[in-house]
Antibody, heavy 119, light 109 residues
Framework: EVQLVESGGGLVKPGGSLRLSCAAS????????MNWVRQAPGKGLEWVGR??????????DYAAPVKGRFSISRDDSKYTLYLQMNNLKTDDTAVYYC??????????WGQGTLVTVSS | QTVVTQEPSFSVSPGGTVTLTCGLS?????????PSWYQQTPGQAPRTLIY???TRSSGVPDRFSGSMVGNKAALTITGAQADDESDYYC?????????FGGGTKLIVL
């Protein structure tokens, strides 16, 4: 059974940093592209960024609002995906989900972790 | 800026059929965008319904179907049930990034 479990959310002040983790199991993590998606309170879904599998180059792409501030990485040996968030803004307040990518779609989702940016 | 459009809300009667659409503010939705669809109920993570235009995700009932209609992607629910009342999001793959639509709140009454 595929499982994705996010952790690391919490309250942080504007300008601060936070690192989210996503522990994966039930599939071959190293072969899988992975994503982060977020959802601000009462709003819709927003793609944050993606990391390809190492065999596909391991490259990352980001949505414009987070480019230069957020960084996605993966540790295939630990079956873990990371999202490093720097210079956080109040607009970054959201539930953050990690997802797998298959057929250009997001097939499995974690339960999400809440990040609140507030002074 | 790529804007993906969806109906903000839609109503359907129990047992009825409804088609939700996913378009682009500028241009047509191409099959090359691999449209996919997600269902989300309040407080829950999204659930994948359809990927690659019309392929149902594992465990999704066959009353959910995906297609291309004109210049848009479409999600059709046939024989709507009360627990289909949810938010529905489409997603388009633009080559190196993805864009979600704003979502459609489906009301079943």
């Amino acid at each position: 059974e595929v499982q994705l479990v996010e952790s690391g959310g919490g309250l942080v002040k504007p300008g601060g940093s936070l690192r989210l983790s996503c522990a994966a199991s039930g599939f071959t993590f190293s072969n899988t592209w992975m994503n982060w998606v977020r959802q601000a309170p009462g709003k819709g879904l927003e793609w944050v960024g993606r990391v390809k599998s190492r065999t596909d180059g391991g490259t990352t792409d980001y949505a414009a609002p987070v480019k230069g501030r957020f960084s996605i990485s993966r540790d295939d040996s630990k079956y873990t995906l990371y999202l490093q968030m720097n210079n956080l803004k109040t607009d970054d307040t959201a539930v953050y989900y990690c997802t797998t990518v298959q057929w250009a779609a997001f097939d499995y989702w974690g339960q999400g972790t809440l990040v609140t940016v507030s002074s | 800026q790529t804007v993906v459009t969806q109906e903000p809300s839609f109503s359907v009667s129990p047992g009825g059929t409804v088609t939700l659409t996913c378009g682009l503010s500028s241009g047509s939705v191409s099959t090359n965008y691999y449209p996919s669809w997600y269902q989300q109920t309040p407080g829950q993570a999204p659930r994948t319904l359809i990927y690659n235009i019309n392929t149902r995700s594992s465990g999704v009932p066959d009353r959910f179907s995906g297609s291309m209609v004109g210049n848009k992607a479409a999600l059709t629910i046939t024989g709507a049930q009360a627990d289909d009342e949810s938010d529905y999001y489409c997603l388009l793959y633009m080559g190196s990034f993805w864009v979600f639509g704003g979502g459609t709140k489906l009301i079943v009454l």
